[in-house]
């Protein structure tokens, strides 16, 4: 029996490595939450409402797919939708070290939460949202690395226009 997964992340801006993710949980579970966050850290090139309205537009059609927004204790958000499964996504050993942390910790505060880590397949295993924000800063063509939404509304908002 399948169940749900929260998949949490600022998702500034969303990559084809987050949606490789995504379509490799839907064939583990049967909800998908994409729950975007806020993160205090980082200077967003999306507003909160642009970086779920580019969720919905690019995951359209994908049944068992829902886009959320949470604040908070992510442990309190899961409680709220009755789900104990986090999903990350691992590229490299340095995510591993700040990713075991997260879970340590969110085992600490919720027991009965697990997380699931997944590998994007090996064309996005190097690719990051900071990344990409640099490369549309610079006028890139960023087709091999975000959806074609995507790459429009960030060379408007950050880049030159090809």
Known sequence: MKKGVVYPGSFDPLT????????????????????VADNSE???????????????EVTDGMPGVEVDYFSGLLVNYLRKKNINVILRGLRAVSDFDYEFQ???TNRRLAPEVETVFLMPQEDYFFLSSSMVKELAVLGADLSAF???????ELKKKLGKIK
Do not use: N, Y
């Open 16 to 35: 084809l490595g987050h949606l490789d993710l995504i379509k490799q949980a839907l064939t583990i579970f049967d909800r998908v939450i994409v729950a």
């Open 42 to 56: 980082k200077k967003p090139a999306f507003s909160r409402k642009e970086r779920i309205q580019i969720l919905e």
């Open 102 to 104: 997260m879970v340590l």
């Open 146 to 152: 975000v959806p074609a939404k995507v790459e429009k």
